[in-house]
């Protein structure tokens, strides 16, 4: 028998592939082909009860599963989008941990940096709301540190709080300059190097033999396939352990077969036959087209970490609109406390 349902909190292709495998590891299904935004079918020996789909999907995640048309279908549909699960979903239980940008796994967050586990991409940084370890200073003496705003002791002046030019420093962005550049360095005369064999009177070869020029990019490549760009193969072969393939599973296949089999006609060229020779009687190698496409890679990822760099800006320059501290009102008394402090209940007093 087949059936037909409608699951909800699905992102991406990532969120797909679980789905897949966790439906078909449930006895006595045959089939199951999940499709986005929404909708599953499962083929079935027999009857499954709903409530063993919800049970699996559970596990992995925010999902609800559904009968198309049912009564809780309509009701989840009609929720408020403010209680939904959202792409860009930012709270102060994610402030400050690390996320997937294409929320692969829901709300899921790691304390540290590092990639996504379903897709490959680097995990970014939620932005979170002012410490409540607010401390403060005189702007014209700095060693006076207080706790609470008011007059400078020395001088008298307001003092101001320290937290309010603080801003964390891009680290993936900058890293991924530092590579790009690097890659690019190396990867421009490998380039040269292979794209001088289709000049008729190639002037490199009156400097060395053609040979030796594929050694020079071999060694030259050494930078961008080890360092600038390894980050790539590990992801690609996460994404093979995992069974989650995605684009660096086609970049480290790719890029790494065709420098493997360079460096493999480079030590042992006899055994090519003589179709696989160039005029020169050497092999033909791949090291430009392996560094080319890993370099271009990695300027899409540099350009990418650019822009979430710059839509986290954004975030951060309104969230420093938002109070470092609330007045709240107990026992008719006002007092100032830090904002996370906040409990549900508490009576605010915001004033003008």
């Given at each position: 028998?087949?059936?037909?349902?409608?699951?909800?909190?699905?992102?991406?292709?990532?969120?797909?592939?679980?789905?897949?495998?966790?439906?078909?590891?449930?006895?006595?299904?045959?089939?199951?082909?999940?499709?986005?935004?929404?909708?599953?079918?499962?083929?079935?020996?027999?009857?499954?009860?709903?409530?063993?789909?919800?049970?699996?999907?559970?596990?992995?995640?925010?999902?609800?599963?559904?009968?198309?048309?049912?009564?809780?279908?309509?009701?989840?549909?009609?929720?408020?989008?403010?209680?939904?699960?959202?792409?860009?979903?930012?709270?102060?239980?994610?402030a400050g941990k690390y996320h997937c940008p294409m929320n692969c796994e829901g709300d899921k967050s790691y304390d540290q940096a590092g990639n996504?586990?379903?897709?490959?991409?680097?995990?970014?940084?939620?932005?979170?709301?002012?410490?409540?370890?607010?401390?403060?200073?005189?702007?014209?003496?700095?060693?006076?540190?207080?706790?609470?705003?008011?007059?400078?002791?020395?001088c008298g002046m307001d003092l101001v709080s320290m937290a309010a030019d603080v801003e964390e420093e891009n680290t993936t962005y900058l890293d991924l300059l530092k590579k790009f550049k690097i890659a690019l360095l190396f990867t421009l005369p490998i380039f040269l190097i292979a794209m001088s064999e289709m000049l008729s009177n190639n002037p490199l070869y009156y400097i060395m033999h053609a040979n030796k020029w594929n050694w020079v990019q071999l060694f030259l490549s050494l930078p961008v396939v080890f360092y600038a760009t390894w980050m790539f193969f590990e992801r690609a072969w996460l994404s093979i352990k995992t069974l989650n393939l995605n684009m660096f599973t086609l970049i480290g296949i790719g890029a790494g077969i065709a420098w493997l089999s360079s460096v493999f006609a480079l030590l042992f060229p006899d055994f090519f036959p003589e179709q696989f020779r160039t005029h020169q009687g050497t092999v033909f190698v791949y090291f430009e087209a392996a560094t080319v496409i890993l370099t271009l890679v990695l300027l899409g990822q540099l350009l990418e970490a650019r822009a979430h760099s710059q839509t986290s800006g954004a975030i951060k320059a309104l969230l420093k609109l938002v109070p470092a501290i609330a007045t709240i009102v107990k026992d008719g008394e006002e007092k100032e406390i830090p904002i996370d402090q906040i409990q549900k209940g508490d009576i605010l007093r915001v004033k003008p």
């Open positions: 028998m087949k059936h037909t349902y409608q699951i909800m909190g699905m992102h991406c292709s990532g969120c797909t592939n679980k789905i897949t495998q966790a439906l078909s590891a449930i006895d006595g299904v045959t089939k199951v082909v999940v499709k986005l935004p929404d909708t599953a079918t499962i083929e079935m020996q027999h009857h499954i009860e709903l409530e063993n789909f919800q049970q699996k999907l559970s596990a992995l995640g925010d999902y609800q599963i559904f009968v198309p048309g049912s009564e809780d279908a309509i009701q989840a549909l009609q929720q408020p989008t403010s209680q939904k699960p959202t792409v860009a979903t930012t709270n102060k239980f994610m996504c586990p379903v897709c490959g991409m680097s995990l970014e940084k939620a932005p979170g709301l002012m410490s409540s370890a607010i401390q403060y200073t005189c702007p014209m003496h700095p060693e006076v540190i207080k706790d609470q705003a008011g007059a400078c002791p020395i």
